[in-house]
């Protein structure tokens, strides 16, 4: 049992199940006080995470390109994972013909012959923040339009925003970056 507040008739319990309820009502008639539940550590919390850690000086997340070997279209993404590791996925997704699940395998599973230049593959723009990393891709697509293959324009952002920001995206030699 863990007390709540000093000087007080609150208890707080675990809870684990039915028999909290039962055990709760017996405290209640001999100590004379009010329970609280709290859970324990789920099983979940148990099993080591799938996802990878941030560590923000080895893993490169944010906006990248991958190009086409055969034709100029790029896909433009953004990740908050290592980027090694979304490209390896896109790749398995190529492999594997799950068009469905990226817009890179899409358009080689359409077009015969083409493959992803991973020699080309950058990162376009550094970003650990999620929600300007969602706004920094969708300026690069809409600044790309007509070389992009992906499937959508990226996050819904006003016009005006956009507006402001895709201007301030230009293509220096190979390196992308925002002025």
Not at 48 to 71: A, F, P, R
Request: net charge positive.
């Amino acid at each position: 049992m863990r007390f709540v507040p000093e000087n007080s008739n609150w208890f707080a319990i675990p809870y684990i199940g039915e028999a909290t309820y039962r055990i709760g009502k017996f405290l209640r008639k001999k100590l004379q006080c009010q329970l609280g539940y709290f859970t324990g550590r789920n099983l979940s919390t148990f099993f080591m995470k799938h996802k990878d850690k941030l560590k923000t000086d080895k893993i490169q997340c944010g906006v990248y390109s991958i190009n086409c070997s055969k034709c100029e279209k790029i896909y433009i993404g953004e990740t908050g994972r290592d980027i090694s590791t979304r490209i390896n996925e896109h790749l398995n997704h190529c492999r594997n013909s799950n068009a469905h699940l990226s817009a890179l395998a899409s358009h080689l599973s359409e077009n015969t012959g083409h493959t992803p230049n991973i020699s080309s593959v950058q990162i376009a723009d550094k970003e650990t923040r999620k929600d300007f990393r969602k706004i920094k891709e969708a300026a690069y697509i809409r600044k790309y339009k007509t070389k992009v293959m992906n499937n959508n324009e990226g996050i819904k952002c006003s016009s005006m925003l956009l507006s402001t920001i895709v201007p301030l995206v230009k293509n220096k030699g190979k390196q992308w970056e925002f002025v």
